[in-house]
C-alpha cells in the first residue's frame, strides 16, 4: 500500500508527465536527426566518395574466399569505417542542435529571472527573492542611519 501512495505522489508531482513528454519528443527528434542526416546530408557527401553509400563503405582487410560451389568457406575481414562516420554525423548533428536548443532556452531563462524586464512574466519565487533583498538592502540603510545619529 505504501508503494501505491508513494507512486502515486511521484506521478501528482509531474515528474511522470515530464519524463514522458521528454521521451516522446526525444523518440520523435531523433527521427528527425536521423532523417536529415541519411537523407539530407550524406547524399551529397557521397558524391564525393565515388557516389557509392557511406554505410557500404569499409576498408577490407581479408577479403573473402569461396569453394567452387560458390559457399563462403572463409568470411570476409573488414573494418566499416563508413557507418561509423554515419553514427559520428548523426552525433555532430544532435549535439549542435541541443546546444542551441539549451542557448535558446538560457537566454529565455536570464530574461525571465530579470525583475525589471516587464515584457516577460518573472516567476513568482524571483520576485519574492528580489522583493527580499530591496527590503533588506532598505532595513540596512535604515540601521547604518540611526547607528550615526546614536553616534
Known amino acids: 500500500m ?3 501512495k508513494e507512486f502515486k505522489e511521484f506521478a501528482v508531482k509531474g515528474n511522470m508527465v515530464d519524463m514522458a513528454i521528454g521521451i516522446i519528443i526525444g523518440a520523435s527528434f531523433n527521427k528527425v536527426i ?3 542526416a541519411k537523407q539530407v546530408m550524406l547524399p ?3 558524391l564525393l566518395s565515388k557516389g557509392s553509400n557511406f554505410q557500404n563503405q569499409k576498408l577490407v582487410l581479408r577479403e573473402a574466399v569461396t569453394n567452387p560451389e560458390g559457399t563462403v568457406t572463409i ?3 573488414a573494418i566499416a569505417y563508413g557507418r561509423l562516420f554515419e553514427v559520428f554525423l548523426d552525433f555532430i548533428i ?4 541541443v546546444f542551441i536548443v539549451v542557448k535558446f ?5 536570464t530574461k525571465a529571472q530579470d525583475v525589471k524586464d516587464k515584457t516577460v512574466v518573472t516567476p513568482k519565487d524571483i520576485e519574492l527573492l528580489s522583493d527580499l533583498k530591496s527590503l533588506m538592502k532598505e532595513q540596512n540603510e535604515l540601521l547604518k542611519t540611526a547607528s550615526k545619529k546614536a553616534s
Open 105 to 109: 532556452m538560457n537566454r529565455l531563462k
Open 44 to 46: 551529397p557527401l557521397s
Open 2 to 4: 505504501k508503494l501505491i
Open 75 to 77: 568470411e570476409e575481414v
Open 34 to 36: 536521423d532523417v536529415l
Open 94 to 97: 544532435i549535439a549542435f542542435t
